[in-house]
């Protein structure tokens, strides 16, 4: 029988949804497309420094989520309510993008501003985002989770998409013409040789995230209190104990979660380096990566939508497993590629002074790949967070989501920091990026032995 959520308004709903709008601008224009590439070409010593660093950065804040996530998802089921927390790893999301503002060039502590600012904003969002996952099943539904979860990426593919644009038109500027991709000059004065249209982008993106985060807190429903806090602490510790002492019993969830935590790990290195691995190949600046991060929204967004529809159809474990399989060809496909070669051994020309946009064919097949990775990556991670409502414990979704954030970021520790490693031992960046191959394949063969339904 199918279960049935209780009635929630259609602005409830929509305003769960939003959440996903309002923090993709994070993910979009820090983590991957403006401001990573911006700390290793313009901050760090070196591009593989750069690269090298970030990797770390991004390591350190899964290693905090890993610790604290299943504890405190456990403490928030036993109190009942969901939002206080979400407001306060949101203030963590807002100051931390804030601090990197003052991340300039030539200022001493530019690297450690740029490095602690991240680790916080990434805590917070993290946070608060594996918060959000949980209230899902108590909006719809369950024969309609993967819809709503695909309409919520799709929807935060498409924030991300809007405040690019707004970024690459308004605000961050080439350096050398000091005009925006629209042929203007930056708005409110930012300065593009010091790469404030940039830096800009934390500022915006807290900004961006308060407004639009402000429908969730006023529209959709939280559960009612359960217990103060401090009793709520101490039946949330003792139930993540009787859970972890009784994982046996949820041996199909540990193996899920398992397959997440390696395959996510990946996708979360790939996202972390592929930025910086395009703009210090082929010299991309920010409009350049403004421009590419625009083609991977969009076919995020409709990926998403159309993995959304799959999931519910032909199950979560498919849409999943086809969507490893293409990000296994095209972190193949990355390694093939430089600013003189396709598929290792063609060579070609690469683009001269004034050529334009993406004029050489490795930048041009760079730009196909990344459509590829955009269209599978939202409809992979939607069905993955679907996946993880369905087979888990409604009394207890809280923790296990908790539990899925774990997954997500305890191999955040492990990928970017091989990344990392592997870029620095072997002063390669297409050697760390093979190690994604790796990452991927493995985390979908764990996923072979998951059943899908619950219990």
Known sequence: MTAVAPRVSRLGVGAWVLFDWSTQPFYTLITTFVFAPYFATHLAATPVVGQSLWGYATAAAGAIIALLSPILGAIADAAGRRKPWIAVFSAMLIVGALALWFAAPGRDSAVMI??????????????????????????VSEDRLGRLSGIGWATGYAGGLVSLVIVIGFLAANPETGKTLLGLAPILGLDAATFEGDRAVGPFSALWFLVFVLPFFLLTPDRAKAMPIGLAARQGLAQIARTIGDLGRH??????????????????????????????????????????????????????????????????????????????????????????????????????????????????????????????????????????????????????????????????????????????????QRVGVAVLVVFFGLGGFLLIGVKSGRG
Do not use: C
């Open 251 to 428: 041996a199909n969830i540990v193996r899920y979660l398992i397959a997440h935590m390696v395959y996510t790990d990946g996708l979360v290195a790939l996202f972390s380096v592929g930025g910086i691995y395009a703009a210090s190949t082929f010299g991309w600046s920010a409009i350049e990566l403004g421009f590419f991060g625009i083609l991977l929204t969009v076919t995020g967004a409709v990926g998403a939508l159309v993995g959304g529809w799959l999931d519910d159809r032909v199950g979560s474990k498919l849409v999943i497993f086809a969507g490893l399989a293409v990000l296994v060809l095209s972190a193949l496909a990355i390694l093939s590629i430089d600013a003189d070669h396709l598929l290792f051994v063609i060579t070609v020309a690469p683009a001269a002074a004034g050529d334009g946009l993406f004029a050489s064919a490795g930048e041009r097949a760079y730009l196909a790949i990344g459509a590829a990775i955009g269209a599978v990556a939202g409809p992979l991670q939607a069905a993955s967070r679907t996946l993880m409502a369905r087979i888990s414990p409604r009394q207890s979704m809280t923790e296990f989501f908790g539990l899925y954030a774990l997954s997500g970021k305890v191999t955040s520790f492990a990928g970017p920091l091989t990344v990392g490693l592997a870029t620095a031992a072997a002063a390669s």
């Open 114 to 139: 740029a490095l602690v600012a991240f680790v916080i904003a990434t805590v917070g969002v993290e946070f608060a985002t594996a918060f959000n996952n949980a209230v899902m099943p108590d909006l």
